[in-house]
């Protein structure tokens, strides 16, 4: 409708997950009239983030270093638990949900799922428990059991699913922390 230019935009704003053709059309539409130093702010500021930050190579959470504080944290509990976002993690860590350690894998991520899956098998052998606790959606609970069964296969550690007094298709970024808390603490053994 308004050229090429702004198609190709579209299509870029597109790639991101989660977001729909009618999502990055806004944002097209925000960037479109967005005054000069506003729109140098924000490239900037995403080129930033983009050359500063990246992937911790054990945990997938975002860090200024190769690997981030938690990993490096050894006072930590032998306890691995698997989530599904950067978001997630920051809500355990800041209301001090959990003591072990992390390993965010998005499963939504096709494109990465056998990397991810290759990654933890490779990392598992540290903890001595394996706590899945994916969201209770359709898909985050089909993906509990495909990975269980996995886990179950290749390794000999415990391993448990959180357990939701919350109704089935919400997702763990709505929950209270006290929900959350009390999922991981009513975890039930995978077996
Ligand atoms: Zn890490």
Redesign the pocket.
Known sequence: MFGPEFEKLIESLKKIPGITKKQSEKVAFYILNLDYQTLNELINSMKTVNQNLNK?I??N?I?KNI??D??LDVSRTKKLLLIESNNDVIKMENNKIFDGKYFIFDYKNREELNQNLENLLKRIQEFSEIIISFSPTMEGLTFTNYLAKILLEKTNKKISKISFGIPIGSSIDYMDEFSIKESIDNRKEIK
Do not use: A
């Open positions: 911790c054990t945990c959470f860090t690997q981030c938690i990993c």
